[in-house]
């Protein structure tokens, strides 16, 4: 008797322990996806570097403005869902968030709108403190000649079919105006070859038009380029322009996809300069731009070994390099889409089968540190630009800017290679000409850590400030003093 219940109260307390773990491991799983599980492995600056602490991520209802926007494109397909991830958009910190109208979604009889799923979206991004921006694009198949449905195709081309993308579109700007107030027209008209420049001209006159009917005010964005095609964007402009329609237009958008984001800035300048010579009021904006974190990944830049940490340094470096040329920059995308052949893994967020978010990647924890710091209060200074005692054959990009209270701030980067590729640390002699610190930080923008620097390491005299030993590497570092980013530090205890 004694051994069976001896027996009996063994069992129930295995069989209590094993609920216990079992129930461990699904409150594990559950907060997964608001842990970054993937954390990098963190750059140690070395000797004369004493750790401070961390970068605390804004919200952003808590950031007036900046620079920044994420894509949040594919929705219209379904293949990413908004109540899935929509708790992380605020938390990172950006301003804005492209999204694609959905024309096929909402309309799938003639003339009834269904807007419930835009209902869903917009007011509660703007209610985060995000801006959408509305690149209204893709065609309508219950409607002859309604244009392509997804990815790099056709624009409607029937008068019926070009009618009820008028009346869609004017019904999308009234009901929305007073939530958005940027619209781009369609995306990647020129990927396949399909639109011609004539056509695309059209259509983007026709669409812009509306748009001013309904939103005076508003502001109408051009192209979405795919790459950087000068040819076909001079032949649009300059049909644009024939037709006295140019001052329709105020931003030119492109899709800039490079394996090393920093080899895309040359022909940059050069769509910089086309612009500029048709209208010196059009800017440019990077308008969809991501890499992915493994390779396979549906869409551009698949064929390499990307991993989480390649995909963080490559998304810093391209929003920074935009940052310093004065383009207001979109990282691509927000969260991984699921398209019907595969994956796009270009998201800041990675996902399940079923489309929920299985945990945020390093690349997410690593624009939060970039929107923490980073936002309108900053003004560029080019004039401050430092002098770097490097190696020969080694690129460096690097850029001052000046906080409010006229505190100096730094980013520094080696650009050779595709991020990760290369990873070492190197160390440099970096001099501000007429730039002064007083208490300067190191901060790893990757990982988000902060570091004093060792009075033994930079000097500050009457003609500026040299650093010496200061460590480098192929993902944006940053230098400044301690001031700038005070309410954004998180001390170590």
Known sequence: MNIDNRTHRICHLFILYFLVLMLAAITSAGEAADQNTNDTACVSPGEGYTLLGKIKPRHARNIE???????AETMDRDFTIYKNWRKYLGPLGVKKARIQAGWAKTEKQPGKYDWAWLDEIIP???DQGVEPWVCLCYGNPIYPGGGGTGLGGGIPTS????AAWDRFVAAFVQRYK???????VWNEPSLQGINSSKTYADLLIRTAEIIRKQQPDARVIGFAMAGIKLTWMDEVLKQVQQKGKLNLIDEVSYHPYKYNPDQSYPAVEELRDLVKSYSKQLILRQGENGTPSQRGSFGALSKHNWTERGQAKWALRRLLGDLARGIPSSYFAICDMEYPSRRNYKGLLAINDDKTVNHKKTAYGAVQNLTAIFDDNLQRMPMLDPKVVARKGIKFF?????SKDAKPLLTIWRGNDIPDVKPEVQRLSLTLENVKFNEPVWIDLLSGRVFAINDSIWETTSKGTTFKSLPVYDSPVVICDRGVISESLVEQK
Do not use: H, I, P, R
């Open 398 to 402: 690097a850029a001052a800017y000046s």
């Open 124 to 126: 509660d991004m703007v």
């Open 159 to 162: 008068e019926e079919a070009l």
């Open 178 to 184: 007073n939530q958005v107030d940027e619209w781009e």
């Open 65 to 71: 403005s900046s620079n920044w926007s994420v894509g």
